[in-house]
Structures are given as structure tokens and as C-alpha cells.
């Protein structure tokens, strides 16, 4: 996916492609949606798929394929509550309306929030490499750089292994 | 890894569990800006490996129910999400 998805809009006319299929609609708040987009294009770079940019991902796609845009939490999101969790996605009712869509409670099970092991997780990390990015510090942990540093831009050749 | 927003109201000691993607989040923080309310905060997605580990363990003994923003008000009350009306409410 991050092979031909390279802006935010690429990513919105994949994301409006999907929506039109499915009868999703989008929040009209369009510099929300932008600060949105560059958000799920940064966890598309960082971790090769765009998972939801206000959960964390664990980098590890078997734990966070629920997160991906949209998540599975979304459709009943904006059922029950009129908008996703992001608010990215909002109802028929909100689209038509003056109505703002607000932060809404986090549907995502709880063991999946917590009850991941931790210690499980870093013992898995370690035996991965870890990279840091010269220009702005920022560490990523894989077997392979990032394809450029999700938090200042630099090219992935500004990474250099730290052991 | 935490970092600081100075500012004229030190009443309470405001600290905020974020990530750097989340738009709520970004809200939050700019809400608190704007409100001149002192505050730190740890953008949890930043950090790697142990270092995260250690801060989402201490995030559910915080607010077991979990989600970003979490505001955590004198070290025992939280405010999790954007809510602007709570946020006033509690801090001004």
C-alpha cells in the first residue's frame, strides 16, 4: 500500500473511493481532515499500513489490524455516537447538519488497549535493530529503516544502526 | 521525553498522555495554550520500545478505560478525549 500512496492526496482519493462504495461520509471540516490525513499518512509511512492516528499502534500488523483506516470500531462509531473515533468519519445526520462532530468514548476493547504483554513485546523488539535518525534523533525499531523519518521528513540514508 | 508548555496558570498540576497523530489530542493541547494553563506532556508514539511500555503501563493504572488525549489533573483526577466544557471547568 505505501508503494503508491506517497500524499495526502492519494491517500484521501483512496480513502473517498472506499467511501463512495460503502455510503461513508466524510467530516466537512476539511483542515480537520487534512491535519487528519497527514496524520495517517505519517502511521502509513512509519509502519506500512494507516492505522487510526489517535491509537497506538504497536508496529506489529497482527495486533493493530483492527486500527487500520477505516477501523472495524466505525461503522457502529458513527451509528451510536454520529462520528468515528477520529471523527473522520461521520453519520448521514452530522454531514447534513451544522452539528460538529465531538471526541466520542473508545470502543476498541479494552485487552486490546492493555492487555497486550509488554514485556512480551519489548523481549520480541529486541531482536529487531534499531535505528536512529541523525537529523532529528527519532528511533525506529525493524528490520529495515523507515522509508523516511516519520517525525522530521529526512531520507531513510539519514538512519544509521544503533546497537 | 516529556516536555513542557509554560504558562501563567500553575494552579494544578495538568499532565497529558498524547500521541503526536492525534487530532484531539492537538486540539487539547492548544486548548490548554489558550487557557494559559502550565502543563507537560508525553507523546507516547515517540517513544520505543521499553520506554513506551513503561508509559502505557503507567497510562492504565491512570485511566483503565484507556484513549488519547488523557489528562491527568494533580495526579488523581483524568479527563480523557477532547472536552473542552471539562476541561474550563476543572482548570479555569
Known sequence: MSGW??????????????????????????????????SLLINLKRYGYASCPCRLSTGN???????????????????KYGSCFCALYVSKDIFESVKLPASIPESRPKDKLFGIDYNNISAKRTSEKKWKCEICGYEHLGNETPKS??????????????? | MIKHVNGKND??????YTLSTCVWCKKTKQLLIDMGIKYDY??????????QDKV???????????????????????????Q?????EDLL
Open chain 1, 5 to 38: 500512496i506517497n500524499t495526502t492526496e492519494e491517500l484521501m482519493d483512496y480513502l473517498r473511493k472506499n467511501a463512495q462504495e460503502k455510503g461513508y461520509y466524510f467530516n466537512k471540516d476539511s483542515s480537520f481532515v487534512n491535519e487528519l490525513l497527514k
Open chain 1, 61 to 79: 500488523y497482527d495486533l493493530d489490524s483492527d486500527l487500520i483506516c477505516p477501523c472495524v470500531y466505525m461503522e457502529d462509531d458513527v451509528k
Open chain 1, 149 to 163: 523519518c516519520p517525525k522530521c521528513g529526512a531520507p531513510k540514508e539519514m538512519f544509521k544502526e544503533i546497537k
Open chain 2, 11 to 16: 494552579k494544578k498540576s495538568v499532565f497529558l
Open chain 2, 42 to 51: 508525553i507523546d507516547v508514539d515517540l517513544l520505543v520500545g521499553a520506554e
Open chain 2, 56 to 82: 502505557m503501563k503507567e497510562l492504565s493504572n491512570v485511566n483503565p478505560q484507556g484513549g488519547f488525549p488523557t489528562i491527568l489533573i494533580n495526579k488523581v483526577k483524568t479527563i480523557v478525549g477532547f
Open chain 2, 84 to 88: 473542552p466544557d471539562a476541561i474550563r
